[in-house]
């Protein structure tokens, strides 16, 4: 079966594209967990807006990338939602190697944005938990029991006023 080039090409294209989106959002991302590290407030704020952007490029990114995928498989003779294994034994072995390569590096890439998401939220919530117990000891909480309207306890947490929380 003879595979178009032009969609060959433009699967490659997709693939290292959508890796090159990776690749910038890792980046992004690295910066931005130094940041919070060094706590630079301001520079978080605009690296976040900054990771945002780029993860909806990435999304476009995939979403092109799937559709030229789709086209592939429908060019093969498979169902326009074919994975790439399955796809893969029709490539022609040039492409298969270089596909198999782009796949994995993405596959990777994707590893790894996963992993530093998950460290730069647990580095967020640590920051913001001690932002929170640092207040609480400046500015302590008074808690009473209160009841609702259906007679169940509801907590009233108060705060005392600054000027009390020093006299």
Do not use: C, W
Request: hydrophobic share 35%.
């Amino acid at each position: 079966m003879k595979i178009a080039q032009d969609l060959l090409d433009e699967f490659v294209d997709a693939l290292r594209s959508e890796l090159h989106g990776y690749g910038e959002l890792l980046a992004l991302m690295e910066s931005q967990q130094s940041r919070i590290i060094s706590r630079d407030t301001l520079k978080i704020e605009s690296s976040a807006h900054e990771v945002n952007s780029q993860f909806e490029q990435i999304q476009k990114l995939k979403r092109l990338r799937e559709e030229s995928q789709a086209r592939l498989s429908v060019s093969m003779g498979l169902l326009p939602d074919a994975q790439y294994a399955e796809q893969r034994q029709y490539l022609p072995a040039d492409f298969r190697n270089l596909t198999d390569a782009l796949v994995e590096e993405n596959n990777d890439l994707l590893k790894k944005v996963r992993k530093t998401a998950k460290q730069n939220q647990m580095l967020l919530f640590r920051t913001v938990e001690m932002m929170q117990e640092f207040i609480n000891h400046i500015i302590p909480r008074t808690d009473s029991p209160a009841y609702d309207a259906t007679g169940a306890t509801r907590s009233d947490s108060r705060r005392a006023g600054l000027y009390e929380a020093i006299g």
